[in-house]
């Protein structure tokens, strides 16, 4: 039997595609990530501030791992408009070079709040993360709406914004004067019609700009958790082919592991997947995409590398927005992939599963991953059925464990002299 050529999530993304080819549809102007940890699925409706916070995201790389930059789109697509030259001449005004000298500090300001929310946001996760599922104890949003928790850190990031929403007015007017055309597109970014009201986890309503992701994930859950059979059933073996090619901006480097454990074990994943009996069934209850919309304050015309003319006095370049290693809009979300209670039964030699596997199961692992999912291994040896021969081992989702995402589809933004320094620096991930 022939060994695998190429990496578990290969085969993965290549058996989700012959049954969802959207998933599939990676051009040149598109691309699919894989989450590069648990991230829940907690909103019910696009009306849900969890679903404005979930769309307002970009990748913060461009390699096969979704991982969420810490900014927002919203506000990184406000840099970008507002530093769009007005035309050369008008340039020399002192009240706009005088604005844009304010909005460069407002958002200097708002860049260094936001970053210490994030480090304090990243240090909760890790003292307060449920280990067997990878998810914390609050959602971001829960958290930054805490008095004793992030509230302090949402409340200095806000201020500036606040600054920067004045001033983006002021220049919008101003800009109105030199070109009509960007000085109202400009306009769109506060305009009230342009904005939505999403409910808060406090029950209140919470304006922002209109950023909506499709669909009724709500209903949807109840109607999974109702059903017997899986929406995805797929299985991945020696005889498994990738006809449908897992595409990203610069290769990304996985290693043939065919799963990580909550404690460091001598496990000899590379055996497992090399194991002459080797099959992973991979089965979800729930598998369902949802498109992501943004309202009038955007405009994906301005959203193009190839084309943006920056004003010198905005101080940043296409590098800024497009780089294929920190643009802050280099992947713009288009559909977001949600899974509803995954279940996995891996397959191997009883020899293999004795020599590599059922230490670790017997020991003090309270959780696995495989590939993108999460499971908790408390049972330990109990989950596996011994055979003469084989040995399947069951990991199965908690019964009230929620929707998570799986994946992320964006459309790529990326300045292309940017690529090449990517595709340097490949990325590392454990299976």
């Not at 790389?61 to 789109?73: E, I, K, M, Q, R």
């Not at 300001?109 to 890790?126: G, H, R, V």
């Not at 949003?141 to 805490?146: D, F, I, R, V």
């Not at 596996?384 to 399947?392: C, I, M, S």
Request: glycine letters at 6%; charged letters at 20%; proline letters at 4%.
């Amino acid at each position: 039997m022939p060994a695998f050529k190429d990496s578990q999530f290969d085969y993965l993304f290549r058996a989700i595609a012959d049954k969802y080819p959207a998933i599939g549809q990676s051009t040149d102007s598109t691309q699919f990530q894989f989450t590069g940890s648990p991230l829940a699925a907690n909103w019910k409706t696009g009306a849900d501030i969890d679903a404005y916070n979930t769309a307002n995201k970009v990748a913060a790389d461009v390699n096969g791992f979704y991982t969420p930059n810490p900014g927002s789109l919203y506000n990184a697509y406000s840099d970008l408009i507002l530093s769009i030259t007005p035309g050369i001449d008008n340039e020399k005004d002192p009240t706009y070079l005088n604005l844009i000298n304010q909005r460069n500090i407002a958002d200097d300001n708002y860049n260094a709040a936001l970053t210490k929310a994030t480090i304090a946001w990243q240090s909760y996760k890790q003292q307060n993360t449920n280990p067997k599922t990878g998810l914390p104890d609050e959602t971001q949003s829960e958290w930054l709406s805490n008095p004793l928790g992030g509230l302090k850190y949402k409340d200095e990031y806000t201020k500036y914004l606040d600054q920067k929403n004045d001033l983006t007015s002021r220049i919008s007017t101003l800009v109105e004067s030199f070109n009509a055309a960007l000085g109202n597109d400009q306009k769109k970014l506060t305009d009230v019609n342009n904005y939505s009201n999403y409910m808060a986890e406090d029950g209140k309503n919470v304006s922002k700009p209109t950023i909506t992701i499709g669909g009724d994930l709500g209903k949807d859950v109840g109607n999974w958790s109702q059903q017997k059979n899986y929406d995805l059933d797929v299985t991945l073996d020696k005889n498994s082919t990738v006809t449908t090619p897992w595409k990203t901006v610069y290769n990304t480097k996985v290693e043939q592991h065919c799963f990580s454990t909550s404690v460091k074990t001598s496990v000899n994943t590379s055996r497992i997947i090399q194991d002459k009996h080797y099959k992973l069934r991979v089965m979800v209850k729930g598998f369902k995409s949802y498109p992501v919309t943004f309202g009038g304050w955007y405009s994906s015309s301005y959203v193009n590398p190839e084309t943006a003319q920056f004003s010198p006095a905005a101080t940043v370049d296409s590098n800024t927005f497009f780089g294929a290693r920190s643009g802050s809009l280099h992947m713009i979300p288009s559909q977001i992939w949600v899974m509803y209670q995954p279940k996995i039964e891996l397959t191997v030699s009883t020899e293999t599963y004795k020599q590599t596997i059922e230490g670790a199961l017997n020991s003090s692992v309270n959780w696995v991953s495989i590939l993108t999912f999460r499971f908790d291994t408390s049972a330990g040896s109990s989950l596996a059925k011994v055979g003469d021969e084989t040995t399947t081992i069951t990991f199965d989702s908690p019964v009230l464990q929620g929707p998570q995402i799986f994946g992320v589809t964006s459309l790529k933004e990326i300045l292309a002299s940017s690529i090449e320094g990517a595709a340097e620096a490949q990325e590392e991930a454990v299976v």
